[in-house]
């Protein structure tokens, strides 16, 4: 639930109410309370714009506040936007999945255990994939700048083991060193080079002989939920 959220996740940043009150009030130019927390804290839904500094000042994404229901979204929403209707009908559930991908870090995922769920505007999704499966991961390390930072969140469509589209974008790789988001580039001759969107961060080239025993492509990147 939004409530339980947001006292995990204030008591893991280390912020007491008042604390959170008066960096929203700093924030949103209005005066808030630490009254104020404790309604939303016993379930007592507050505005979008809240929300939106709430997890700004908490440094997670929007959608950890909401607990898997839709009933939740559709809730908080319909006060600041009555004229939308069918609001399921514009989100995609996904589960985030417990670990995470590296960018410049080794990753770790689980890809059975969820640790939560998020709805999503299907917007942020590419058009190609709104209606296929989508996991989430949170991204560790500044390798893939500007594209995702430390802990933004990826969106990808799992891809079946061992196939290749031979399509250069953005993927979810395992390789010795971890589970990665990458830059790949399939060349002609079978090669791979992955990259980096961080230039700072050397290419790597995988011979096609050695491709398949070394890396593993787990999914195609989708979108991403930015922390800011």
Avoid at 74 to 93: F, R
Wanted: glycine share 6%; aromatic share 8%.
């Amino acid at each position: 639930m939004f409530n339980d959220n947001l006292k995990k996740y204030r008591h893991l940043k280390g912020l007491t109410q008042e604390q959170l009150a008066t960096r929203l009030s700093d924030i949103l130019g209005k005066e808030y309370k630490k009254s104020n927390v404790q309604s939303w804290e016993r379930n007592v839904s507050p505005k979008l714009e809240v929300i939106m500094a709430i997890a700004d000042i908490l440094d997670i994404p929007e959608q950890f506040l909401f607990d898997d229901s839709s009933d939740a979204i559709n809730k908080i929403v319909s006060k600041e936007m009555p004229n939308v209707k069918n609001l399921v009908e514009h989100t995609k559930k996904i589960p985030l999945l417990k670990g995470y991908v590296g960018a410049g870090s080794a990753g770790i995922i689980d890809n059975i255990e969820v640790d939560k769920y998020l709805y999503i505007d299907v917007c942020l999704v590419e058009k190609a994939y709104k209606n296929k499966e989508i996991r989430a991961l949170t991204v560790v390390g500044d390798s893939m700048v500007p594209y995702v930072d430390n802990n933004d969140i990826v969106l990808y469509h799992p891809i079946e083991k061992g196939y290749y589209n031979f399509i250069d974008g953005k993927y979810i790789i395992e390789t010795i060193n971890g589970v990665m988001i990458k830059n790949l580039k399939f060349k002609c001759n079978g090669d791979i080079v992955i990259s980096s969107c961080n230039k700072t961060y050397s290419d790597e080239i995988i011979n096609a002989n050695e491709s398949q025993e070394y890396l593993d492509i787990i999914g195609v990147t989708v979108g991403r939920l930015l922390k800011s």
